[in-house]
């Protein structure tokens, strides 16, 4: 089954699908205000999040995933208490903080 990647007015969803028409329903049924303004079928089965495109390649810094992963479980997975977490224990700004904890949420944490 192809991996679909779908872009709304609010959201950018990962899924898979059988054709365009499928991935669309998914992104109806689980966001029902939200608008598709980008539906795209990806060329392979796996989807990558570069690290670098979020701005986390200084490698002498501490672990940016691990710290965030820390933080998200102190926070019961609540993402703007993570954040706050994040920034204090780094001392990065709002921004990169808000980056790093959204990208570990998609991962799951």
Do not use: Q
């Not at 779908?6 to 054709?19: C, R, S």
């Not at 205000?33 to 490698?59: E, F, H, M, Y």
């Not at 102190?74 to 703007?80: C, L």
Request: hydrophobic share 40%; aromatic share 6%; proline share 4%.
């Amino acid at each position: 089954m192809p991996l679909f990647e779908v872009e709304t007015n609010a959201h950018i969803i990962i899924t898979w699908a059988a054709d365009e028409d499928a991935a669309s329903a998914v992104v109806n049924e689980a966001y029902p205000n939200d608008t598709v303004t980008r539906l795209t079928k990806r060329p392979r089965d796996t989807w990558v999040i570069s690290k670098g495109a979020l701005g986390l390649t200084d490698s002498t810094a501490t672990d940016p995933c691990g710290v965030a992963r820390d933080c998200l479980s102190k926070s019961a997975g609540d993402k703007v208490h993570a954040i706050r977490l994040y920034m204090h224990e780094t001392g990065t700004d709002l921004e990169n903080a808000r980056k790093v904890i959204e990208s570990n949420v998609v991962m799951g944490w």
